[in-house]
């Protein structure tokens, strides 16, 4: 996979002899992450993107929005037939048809006061599925990422990459001191999961809006080097990292859940793919590990290729796979999340699990 991204032209990180160079973040026993800076993820978006818009193949449709896919039929013979969308200029709403409809509209993000996620993650693919009766699980399983900036600004909350701390920066408590060794034997690189309630928990005893992030150990011309962005966006801010501690808090980054599919991204409807964020595959559990969010993304594509060149075959047959239904569920053991509407709901939306 990242042979093909570098086919493609990404450019990721490496030595002076070639060798791709490898971070370390939260959960990993190993330095295992390629990267490009602090920036791996636009780096990828670019490339893609580039070649969407260069192939003659694609036809990129701007400015709509998709409201709902269409159907047609009923019982086992029910399936999608492409999407009903609105144009943003006009308001005029158009359908557009097709054999096969692929739903890749990323998470929820925004649904949630602070999130790393950009405003269009306002899940809007999952209420397609939801008003088209298509099978959904584990919407519980929402990952936050313990370390967003902390400031007063309106809009999504920028991300401290983990690989800060795979540099050496440590989470401090608002009195200073370290929080994470005597909580978890990886210390500041124990999964995001742990790290995240351990800083809720300690906001919600202390009452503080946030607790340190202390990069001081990477210094502040490494920190510049290896973290441009990071540090570019915390200089706006009055902050130097690898000299002044950074604020930071969790914030929603994450949709494990999503839309039942299986290995080959079929759905519960016939015709419908899922691909990517929006997609439950069940290869992440209720909380991915650091820098696997691609493994939706790019892994399980290929298996759908068969999908693409043959649409008029995609008939949902897997075991675990029951179309059509709209029942949303969790997996055993886990509470069925409640509805969450934006205000003031939002707002008390955290990253701790209730039990009845």
Known sequence: MIRGMIGLGAHFDSDASGQLQLAREGGHSMARVVHHLDRTGEEIVRVLQARV????????????????????????????????????????????????????????????????????????????????????????????????????????????????????????????????????????????????????????????????????????????LEFPAIEKRCREIGLVPGRDWIPVVPGAHYMCGGILTDDRGRTSLNGLLALGECASTGLHGADRLASNSLLEALDHFPNALPEVAFPQCLITDHPDIKGPTARIGCREGHPPSRPVRWEPAARHVRPCRHHP
């Open 53 to 224: 818009r260069s192939s003659p193949n694609i036809e990129v449709i701007e400015p709509q929005r998709a409201l709902d896919l269409l159907i047609e039929g009923e019982g086992p013979d029910r399936r999608s037939t492409g999407v009903r969308a609105m144009d943003l200029r006009s308001g005029d709403v158009v359908d557009h048809f097709a054999s096969l409809v692929i739903l890749a509209t990323g998470g929820a993000g925004q649904v949630y006061e602070r999130t790393t996620n950009p405003i269009g993650a306002t899940g809007d693919g999952l209420a397609m599925a939801i008003r088209a009766h298509v099978q959904l699980r584990d919407m519980a399983f929402v990952q936050f990422h313990p370390t967003a900036l902390h400031t007063t600004e309106p809009g999504p909350a920028f991300l401290i990459s983990e690989a800060v701390r795979g540099a050496g920066a440590r989470l401090l408590a608002p009195d200073g001191r370290p929080l994470m060794k005597a909580i978890h034997h990886m210390g500041d690189l124990a999964p995001r999961n742990v790290i995240a309630r351990a800083i809720h928990r300690e906001m919600q005893r202390t009452g503080a809006a946030h607790l340190w992030l202390d990069a001081s150990p990477i210094g502040v011309s490494r920190f510049a």
